[in-house]
């Protein structure tokens, strides 16, 4: 009997809040979930920031630099005040360096000290990058502006769009759309600047009749939404500049142990000069090219590859608030969660990989050193 009590139980909450809240309700009340504007650049939130020209600052910007602010007030509030009976701050704060270096020295063994400061600074980076997009409000708040050719809109509600069906795409927008609805606003905001008393009954009946010509297309408007922040992994610029660093602090702990000899892995010209001994000198001299390729090709595997992630993850999250808003998403936000967790901690672990065997000798410089 209590199995199904515990059934039913199930299946009630599934029905209200997979069916009618999301398919019933929210449509009601005009807040049914809009699907959101999905777009692989950084989307730009303010052009010629500050007054400067051509400063362009992107919600990705915006999700960088609340993560770097995040964890230096982490790490900063963690050491700020040390004492032998560690609070929580110094101490989650502990266990988690603890546990990145145990981890860094049982990989890289004595060459743990070099790696281990970028290692783990890059993955409380990320791992704080990737939590921030999680956030409530994160990619959903955001400046509400005519949508631009192209783009899918909705109906301005006040403050929020207007979607009163379940599973509204919205309606996409042409370039007669976007020039209606950005001279609506004009005239709009014309309008609220003549209504000010100072200005007289005159004046403030001359602007009344622009936005009354405007009225009928004030409601066919379609809006979408620029969210203020997004996640920082979700910018294919971050996550190649984050390879880039890393591959080339590869490079640098390579050549500080082993010297410019570590080069020669790449250009084997010892390998060369004793062909006509080992003829298969030549062999390994095309490997060590090829060796060449492939650390190039690092950027890319770095990059993309925490960028797929991170940028599939919130599509997803996304499309499944767009089709159920209930419950449902909710498991995805828990894989999310898990998965800003593992690209992080991957990305990490093969920065430490790769710089614990580049400091590694190869061949013959193996046993010079």
Same mark, same amino acid.
């Given at each position: 009997?209590?199995? *199904?009590?515990?059934?039913?139980?199930?299946?009630?909450?599934?029905?209200?809040?997979?069916?009618?809240?999301?398919?019933?309700?929210?449509?009601?009340?005009?807040?049914?979930?809009?699907?959101? /504007?999905? !777009?692989?650049?950084?989307? /730009?939130?303010?052009?010629?920031?500050?007054?400067?020209?051509?400063?362009?600052?992107?919600?990705?910007?915006?999700?960088?630099?609340?993560?770097?602010?995040? $964890?230096?007030?982490?790490?900063?509030?963690?050491?700020?005040?040390?004492?032998?009976?560690?609070?929580?701050?110094?101490?989650?704060?502990? *266990?988690?360096?603890?546990?990145?270096?145990?981890?860094?020295?049982?990989?890289?063994?004595?060459?743990?000290?070099?790696?281990?400061?970028? @290692?783990?600074?890059?993955?409380?980076?990320?791992?704080?990058?990737?939590? *921030?997009?999680?956030?409530?409000?994160?990619?959903?708040?955001?400046?509400?502006?005519?949508?631009?050719?192209?783009?899918?809109?909705?109906?301005?509600?006040?403050?929020?769009?207007?979607?009163?069906?379940? @599973?509204?795409?919205?309606?996409?927008?042409?370039?007669? =759309?976007?020039?209606?609805?950005?001279?609506?606003?004009?005239?709009?905001?014309?309008? =609220?600047?003549?209504?000010?008393?100072?200005?007289?009954?005159?004046?403030?009946?001359?602007?009344?009749?622009?936005?009354?010509?405007?009225?009928?297309?004030?409601? =066919?408007?379609?809006?979408? /939404?620029?969210?203020? $922040?997004?996640?920082?992994?979700?910018?294919?610029?971050?996550?190649?500049?984050?390879?880039?660093?890393?591959?080339?602090?590869?490079?640098?702990?390579?050549?500080?142990?082993?010297?410019?000899?570590?080069?020669?892995?790449?250009?084997?010209?010892?390998?060369?000069?004793?062909?006509?001994?080992?003829?298969?000198?030549?062999?390994?001299?095309?490997?060590?090219?090829?060796?060449?390729?492939?650390?190039?090709?690092?950027?890319?595997?770095?990059?993309?590859?925490?960028?797929?992630?991170?940028?599939?993850?919130? /599509?997803?999250?996304?499309? !499944?608030?767009?089709?159920?808003?209930?419950? $449902?998403?909710?498991?995805?936000?828990?894989?999310?969660?898990?998965?800003?967790?593992?690209?992080?901690?991957?990305?990490? !672990?093969?920065?430490?990989?790769?710089?614990? *065997?580049?400091?590694?000798?190869?061949?013959?410089?193996?046993?010079?050193?």
């Amino acid at each position: 009997m209590k199995g *199904v009590l515990l059934l039913l139980g199930i299946i009630a909450v599934s029905v209200i809040m997979c069916g009618v809240i999301p398919f019933w309700l929210m449509p009601e009340l005009g807040i049914a979930v809009a699907l959101p /504007v999905i !777009m692989v650049p950084g989307e /730009v939130v303010w052009e010629d920031f500050l007054g400067i020209n051509g400063l362009t600052i992107t919600n990705t910007l915006i999700g960088t630099l609340v993560a770097d602010v995040l $964890v230096l007030i982490f790490a900063f509030g963690a050491v700020r005040k040390l004492s032998e009976v560690p609070g929580r701050w110094q101490g989650l704060f502990e *266990v988690l360096t603890d546990a990145l270096y145990g981890l860094a020295k049982s990989t890289a063994g004595p060459n743990a000290r070099k790696i281990f400061p970028l @290692m783990a600074t890059i993955f409380l980076f990320l791992l704080v990058a990737n939590w *921030v997009k999680l956030v409530p409000g994160a990619e959903s708040v955001g400046l509400m502006h005519c949508a631009a050719e192209g783009i899918n809109g909705y109906e301005r509600n006040g403050i929020i769009l207007k979607v009163d069906k379940a @599973m509204d795409a919205g309606t996409r927008a042409t370039a007669a =759309d976007y020039d209606a609805c950005h001279h609506a606003e004009a005239d709009e905001h014309a309008a =609220d600047e003549a209504a000010d008393p100072g200005e007289g009954v005159e004046g403030e009946q001359s602007a009344i009749e622009p936005a009354g010509d405007g009225d009928a297309a004030v409601r =066919d408007d379609l809006y979408a /939404v620029t969210p203020f $922040v997004r996640g920082a992994a979700t910018d294919l610029n971050l996550t190649l500049g984050l390879g880039l660093i890393a591959v080339i602090a590869i490079q640098y702990f390579g050549v500080k142990s082993l010297g410019f000899g570590y080069f020669a892995k790449f250009v084997n010209i010892p390998a060369l000069s004793n062909v006509a001994k080992k003829p298969m000198g030549i062999m390994d001299f095309v490997v060590g090219l090829l060796e060449l390729v492939l650390e190039f090709a690092k950027v890319l595997s770095f990059g993309f590859r925490l960028f797929g992630n991170l940028f599939a993850g919130g /599509v997803l999250l996304a499309v !499944m608030a767009f089709l159920v808003a209930m419950l $449902v998403p909710g498991i995805v936000y828990v894989l999310e969660l898990f998965i800003g967790l593992i690209q992080a901690f991957v990305f990490a !672990m093969l920065l430490l990989i790769f710089s614990s *065997v580049a400091m590694q000798g190869h061949g013959e410089h193996e046993a010079e050193h």
